[in-house]
């Protein structure tokens, strides 16, 4: 059986269509990552209100999945889009109220250069396996001012790996790149790609940075 392509198909749109799990991303060696599929369904919780507050202007979600923060920012009065490679999430982000495009971070965007707030929430700085890579292209996004939130892992770790989204039943999508960072290597990342940590918190268990670029 030919894997499907990732994100995009089998398992990941079966569990974003149900609303659940279980969801995985599997490493080559079987180790298993667990994807919290029926919080990114629900309403934001205590964690996500942390970053809602710190949300400033217009807001781009990257990766945004089923849609949650960018429904609850519209709700506030931000103009906020979330752009995702999967239909389905993007689908999902416009039943919830929200507003999306499917399109990967690395192809031309709106708005280039005049965000005032972006979001890599849920893991999504391990897009593309490359978060120096990933922060250079923020740079680009990002109004010269703008908040770049991120959530890192709540351990220490620094790691790219190939992996497969997988339903943990014999399901599986094709391979690529990921990576893992905690509050340390991004800061490093960070620092190396020209931005600062002007702010770090933790809520239920999650770990969360703001960088901003450096004078």
């Given at each position: 059986?030919?894997?499907?392509p990732a994100w995009t198909a089998d398992p990941y749109t079966l569990a974003l269509r149900s609303g659940r799990g279980p969801l995985f991303l599997r490493r080559g060696d079987g180790w298993l990552l667990p994807l919290d599929v029926e919080r990114w369904?629900?309403?934001?919780?205590?964690?996500?209100?942390?970053?809602?507050?710190?949300?400033?202007?217009?807001?781009?979600?990257?990766?945004?999945?089923?849609?949650?923060?960018?429904?609850?920012?519209?709700?506030?009065?931000?103009?906020?889009?979330?752009?995702?490679?999967?239909?389905?999430?993007?689908?999902?982000?416009?039943?919830?109220?929200?507003?999306?495009?499917?399109?990967?971070?690395?192809?031309?965007?709106?708005?280039?250069?005049?965000?005032?707030?972006?979001?890599?929430?849920?893991?999504?700085?391990?897009?593309?396996?490359?978060?120096?890579?990933?922060?250079?292209?923020?740079?680009?996004?990002?109004?010269?001012?703008?908040?770049?939130?991120?959530?890192?892992?709540?351990?220490?770790?620094?790691?790219?790996?190939?992996?497969?989204?997988?339903?943990?039943?014999?399901?599986?999508?094709?391979?690529?790149?990921?990576?893992?960072?905690?509050?340390?290597?991004?800061?490093?990342?960070?620092?190396?790609?020209?931005?600062?940590?002007?702010?770090?918190?933790?809520?239920?268990?999650?770990?969360?940075?703001?960088?901003?670029?450096?004078?």
């Open positions: 059986m030919t894997a499907a369904c629900e309403a934001p919780d205590h964690a996500d209100r942390t970053v809602l507050g710190r949300c400033r202007g217009t807001v781009l979600d990257i990766g945004c999945g089923p849609g949650r923060l960018v429904a609850a920012l519209a709700a506030r009065g931000h103009r906020a889009l979330g752009i995702d490679v999967s239909p389905e999430a993007v689908a999902r982000t416009a039943r919830a109220g929200g507003s999306a495009l499917h399109r990967s971070v690395f192809d031309p965007l709106p708005g280039e250069g005049r965000w005032n707030t972006a979001l890599l929430i849920d893991g999504n700085i391990g897009i593309g396996g490359d978060p120096a890579a990933l922060l250079g292209r923020m740079a680009q996004v990002l109004a010269p001012t703008g908040a770049l939130i991120v959530e890192c892992e709540d351990v220490d770790v620094d790691e790219r790996c190939e992996v497969r989204v997988a339903d943990g039943r014999g399901g599986e999508g094709a391979p690529f790149t990921w990576a893992r960072v905690g509050v340390l290597a991004l800061t490093a990342h960070a620092t190396a790609t020209g931005w600062t940590r002007t702010e770090q918190w933790t809520a239920t268990g999650r770990a969360f940075v703001e960088l901003r670029r450096s004078a």
